[in-house]
């Protein structure tokens, strides 16, 4: 089974990306599962949405508890069970916490659940994050420059071993940049 990740950045183009990705997959008749965290079809994702769109500390914890929750309830329902399982938001989840807290989390959460070559980290400035988020229309607790500073600079200390992806481009242009990578992959994993 391929198990692709695509973490980055609010407005990053994770779910854009990961939807192209599908695509490719199922055009080549292939069984894919894709699952955007904090998804809206079960408990956790829907209480760690309502905590992300809170304010405060409570918020933060409860957020941070509910999307772990979220996460791991999609490996134990489709991790090895289609050709290619795609996490949009995956171990990144844990850089909006405190910096020393988020190095335990991740290393932790690293070392028991799946990882694979197929880590992607797509890298938007924080100024570029917050235009493309601007036009949503409901805003979550860390989608501020200041926030989104902080936990772009944390993420990247997170990415050893993961394709960081210039996502400032188009569209087009990053796709292209993650297709050869994933193509090469491929090849190396036939």
């Not at 769109?53 to 999609?74: C, E």
């Not at 960081?164 to 036939?190: A, F």
């Amino acid at each position: 089974m391929r198990f692709i990740v695509i973490d980055g950045l609010d407005g990053a183009g994770k779910d854009t990306h990961s939807r192209l990705i599908v695509e490719k997959y199922v055009s080549k008749g292939e069984n894919v599962v894709f699952r955007s965290h904090p998804e809206s079809d079960n408990k956790y994702g829907l209480k760690a949405k309502k905590a992300l769109l809170g304010q405060g500390k409570k918020n933060k914890i409860k957020a941070a508890f509910y999307y772990a929750a979220d996460v791991i309830r999609s490996l134990r329902l489709y991790y090895g069970k289609s050709d290619t399982l795609i996490f949009s938001r995956y171990l990144m989840g844990v850089t909006y916490l405190p910096l020393n807290v988020a190095k335990i989390f991740y290393f932790v959460l690293e070392a028991i659940l799946p990882t694979s070559r197929y880590m992607f980290f797509l890298d938007v400035t924080p100024e570029e994050s917050l235009r493309r988020i601007s036009t949503r229309k409901e805003t979550e607790m860390f989608e501020n420059l200041e926030d989104l500073k902080k936990v772009r600079f944390k993420a990247l200390k997170f990415t050893k071993g993961w394709y960081v992806v210039n996502s400032c481009g188009t569209i087009e242009n990053v796709q292209k940049q993650i297709d050869i990578i994933l193509d090469d992959l491929d090849q190396i994993n036939k």
